[in-house]
């Protein structure tokens, strides 16, 4: 039986060899590890204030199905085998699902049961990735990973205002893991599909609302329950015209 510790590279659950298939039950299963949370940290989910704990995760069951390719239903089986294993415990809420790993620790212990603990300073990728993460005024800190996320934003107004909300609010791997989070969802609304998107310094500045955002902000349905076809058409439009514009600026 193998013991003590593998160092795992947070970010490699990221990668995109990581989601080239359908998730294994042991993939899964080593992904809710390194999904959850290292330090105690909370988020908003419609205006509600979600507390999650040193080895807690609060992923909804739709999105951890999305993220294994799996059915809701397979996902639900696999974390009731796993709270019967004693490997987790979980509770469904009606905006997430909050999962403990249970000895998280265990898990993420720095030192084998029988070994003197390690006091050599620590200069693996994954340390000098966590030093990137705390607070302080060096920009250069921020700017890597804020250009990361910016990438993927369509609507490119507002980057400098953009860039300062990032620094605020993202000061920790978890907080840099939900924003990519947030942004995913929120690209995956109907308004921004159909061509509506936020200013950028708008959406940075409340990214937390969609990390578990409710089934009105992604249906985004007018009060008929009906979405407004014409104001899609008109917001496409002018997207369009944005992007035209864009690409002239850049080639003149």
């Not at 070994?115 to 200069?123: I, S």
């Not at 439009?237 to 690409?247: E, G, T």
Request: charged share 25%; net charge positive; aromatic share 14%.
């Amino acid at each position: 039986m193998s013991i003590g510790y593998l160092k795992f590279y947070r970010q490699l659950i990221e990668h995109k060899v990581w989601f080239l298939d359908r998730f294994s039950r042991g993939q899964a299963w080593v992904d809710l590890i390194a999904l959850a949370s290292f330090a105690d940290t909370y988020f908003f989910i419609g205006g509600y204030r979600v507390d999650v704990k040193r080895g807690q995760l609060a992923w909804s069951i739709l999105k951890l199905s999305k993220r294994w390719w799996w059915d809701r239903d397979t996902v639900k089986r696999f974390l009731n085998f796993l709270d019967f294993e004693g490997m987790i415990s979980y509770k469904c809420h009606n905006r997430t699902t909050l999962i403990t790993i249970v000895n998280y620790e265990k898990w993420q212990n720095n030192t084998t049961p029988d070994a003197a603990p390690d006091t050599t300073p620590d200069t693996t990728p994954d340390a000098a990735h966590n030093k990137k993460y705390k607070k302080n005024n060096n920009k250069n800190i921020y700017t890597g990973f804020f250009d990361e996320v910016w990438e993927m934003y369509p609507n490119k107004d507002g980057k400098a205002q953009a860039l300062r909300h990032f620094k605020k609010s993202v000061l920790t791997e978890s907080d840099y893991l939900n924003i990519k989070k947030a942004l995913e969802n929120y690209l995956d609304c109907s308004k921004v599909k159909s061509g509506y998107i936020k200013n950028g310094s708008t959406w940075f500045n409340n990214w937390r609302d969609w990390i578990e955002p409710t089934d009105a902000m992604m249906g985004n349905n007018n009060g008929n329950g009906e979405i407004d076809q014409c104001q899609m058409i008109v917001n496409k439009i002018k997207l369009d015209a944005q992007k035209q514009s864009s690409s002239v600026n850049q080639s003149s």
